[in-house]
């Protein structure tokens, strides 16, 4: 993996960083590159409570909150911004409001890289809105002195229509990290998990793969 001067990570909810980037995250913080995670949402609007359930509507952000710093925590990130956007939301958002403010965590921070997901190819409102923003912050700035910029795609047709990755990182040496910080995620995660291992021997072979293999499409931009 390339060494970056500062990578700065932008979803909106916590556990899309665990999901997606967290080896990526881990190895660049082993590797001294300083990493800032940007969360737009407390994610108070999850599907999942917990399983058995042991959280409320009325706690859960409360709740999420924490499992946010304890993952980040995990990962060694040591700069976590969270905006405190109302969750399922995000999408209307006023546009050039929420770009402002991904170009000021730009002109802040001066990253190398940019993490975030592929808008068109990231599913929920909330992740097509957010990458977006981070698009049009990005693309307003000069093309030789934009940071590059690797976004995440899981939609169906993502691979028919964006190609195979640009990227792909072998996180493998990170694993453990990374399985620690989807657990963090525990209201969200836990019913997932249920049959992990600590040493994941019971973890299915393609979910494996897919946990230690995290992949990146390079956005191109049209000008």
């Known amino acids: 993996m390339e060494k970056e001067r500062h990578v700065l990570v ?3 909810h916590p556990d899309d960083e665990a999901f997606g980037v967290s080896g990526t995250i881990a190895l660049n ?7 800032t995670y940007v969360c737009l949402t407390l994610g108070e609007m999850g599907r999942n409570l917990g399983n058995p359930p042991f959280a409320t509507r009325e706690s859960l952000p409360k709740i999420r909150r924490k499992e946010l710093v304890d993952a980040a925590n995990t990962l060694g990130i040591q700069d976590l911004r969270m905006l405190g956007l109302r969750d399922k939301t995000v999408e209307f958002e006023d546009d050039e409001e929420l770009t402002e403010k991904m170009s000021a965590f730009i002109k802040e921070l001066d990253p190398s890289l940019v993490i975030t997901f592929y808008p068109g190819y990231s599913v929920h409102p909330d992740h097509e809105a957010t990458a977006r923003a ?3 912050a990005v693309k307003r700035i000069e093309p030789d002195a934009r940071p590059k910029l690797h976004c995440v795609a899981f939609a169906n047709n993502s691979l028919a229509e964006l190609g ?3 990227i792909i990182n072998d996180v493998t040496a990170v694993e453990d990290k990374k399985i620690a910080a989807i657990k963090a995620h525990r209201s969200q995660t836990e019913s997932m998990i249920a049959s992990w291992a600590e040493n994941t021997e019971n973890v299915d072979p393609a979910m494996l793969e897919w946990i230690r293999k995290e992949r990146f499409w390079t956005y191109k931009f049209s000008d």
């Open 10 to 12: 932008i979803f909106p």
């Open 29 to 35: 913080i082993e590797s001294g590159t300083p990493v």
């Open 134 to 136: 981070v698009v049009r």
């Open 164 to 166: 195979e990755p640009d």
